[in-house]
């Protein structure tokens, strides 16, 4: 909550809007991947790469893009960390900000104030993850990239094509491979666009959102080995993602 209210720049989330926040999200895991639990002692994130906090930010309009614990770790940080406004940092019990004000950083921390920080500094520091809010056309572009050139390296052209690659996926138990997290964060983006754009002739992308959202909800009930089901949402899903403008 209080890392949220950082990145807003007021109170915009009080004590009580929070619990709320948790059971929409709890009913969100329930609905959408068939996961009973409570967020408030166990955050989770999903193959759209969400969790509780970058939930609670894309029903304000913002999508975050996720870095799990420890990716930045002994890593270059990515030009959008540095670049960025804000960034979310956490780990196993704690979720604190980076202010980017006036060209320098700052760490803003419920337990610890508000102190200058050097953002480098996240690449020495083990079992943190971090979330940074990113414009969505172009973590779009990031990922709809990340497809096309998976569907490049396996030589994928046609509908044909892609049933074989699952096919084979699926027979070396890979499931959805690489495909599952950028496809998922994907969808994941272009339902945040609707929610600020409901706009009537964005019905082919509302109608690709609730087909795949259908996929997802089966495919989450213990079919994630049901070969006729992937084939039956994914050939046409992937091919109708990566043909948006």
Same mark, same amino acid.
């Given at each position: ?101 006036? /060209? ?11 102190? !200058?920080?050097? =953002?480098?500094? @996240?690449? &020495? ?39 074989q690659y699952l096919t084979r ?47 997802l909800v089966k495919f989450t009930? /213990? ?11 994914? !050939?046409?899903? =992937?091919?109708? @993602?990566? &043909?948006?403008?």
């Amino acid at each position: 909550m209080h890392s949220l209210n950082a990145f807003f720049g007021y109170s915009k989330i009080t004590a009580g809007d929070f619990q709320k926040w948790i059971a929409v999200y709890d009913t969100y895991l329930k609905k959408r991947f068939n996961i009973s639990t409570s967020s408030a002692t166990f955050d989770i994130t999903n193959s759209d790469q969400t969790n509780l906090v970058s939930f609670i930010l894309k029903r304000h309009e913002v999508h975050a893009r996720y870095y799990a614990l420890n990716t930045v770790h002994g890593k270059t940080l990515d030009p959008e960390v540095e670049k960025a406004e804000f960034v979310f940092v956490y780990n196993a019990g704690h979720i604190w900000g980076i202010r980017k004000l006036n /060209g320098k950083h700052h760490k803003v921390d419920s337990m610890g104030g508000v102190q !200058p920080f050097n =953002i480098q500094g @996240l690449r &020495s520091m083990r079992d943190i993850g971090i979330l940074v809010p990113v414009p969505l056309k172009y973590e779009w572009n990031k990922k709809i990239d990340v497809i096309n050139a998976i569907l490049d390296e396996e030589g994928v052209r046609c509908k044909k094509q892609l049933v074989q690659y699952l096919t084979r996926l699926h027979n070396e138990k890979e499931i959805l491979g690489c495909l599952e997290i950028p496809m998922g964060v994907a969808m994941s983006i272009l339902e945040t666009n609707l929610s600020i754009s409901p706009n009537p002739e964005f019905k082919q992308i509302t109608n690709l959102v609730t087909k795949y959202n259908s996929f997802l909800v089966k495919f989450t009930d /213990g079919q994630y080995n049901n070969l006729g089901l992937i084939l039956e949402y994914i !050939p046409d899903l =992937i091919f109708e @993602l990566v &043909s948006l403008q």
